[in-house]
Nanobody, 126 residues
């Protein structure tokens, strides 16, 4: 199975920046991505990077967030700039593993995900 550990969350003022990291162990395949969930709202896809390195972003974060991956370190990143109060949420790293077909699959940007980290909180104040 895949284990994902996020870090880098915190509290910033609007307009500030944060960089999230996700360290992956095991054997993730296909895309890796970032999701977020605000209180009282459903979890939503934020950004993902394909196995070919191609990125895809939710409209709400385009031009502000950048997803990247260090394949040598098996680490996923999310650089978040120009943060807004509406970006406040728990952010989750996600990946797909073929070794656990029983896990529920979530789809975002033409990719499947069935493994999740524990999340890291991002709070943006106005």
């Amino acid at each position: 199975q895949v284990q994902l550990v996020e870090s880098g969350g915190g509290s910033v003022q609007a307009g500030g920046s944060l960089r999230l990291s996700c360290s992956a162990s095991g054997y993730p395949s296909g895309c890796m991505g970032w999701f977020r969930q605000a209180p009282g709202k459903e979890r939503e896809g934020v950004a993902r990077i394909g196995s070919d390195g191609s990125p895809n972003y939710a409209d709400s974060v385009k031009s502000r967030f950048t997803i990247s991956k260090d394949n040598a370190q098996n680490t996923l990143y999310l650089q978040m700039n120009s943060l807004k109060p509406e970006d406040t949420a728990m952010y989750y790293c996600a990946a797909y593993t073929t070794s656990a077909p029983q896990l529920r699959i979530t789809y975002f940007a033409s990719c499947a995900y069935n493994s999740w980290g524990q999340g890291t909180q991002v709070t943006v104040s106005s």
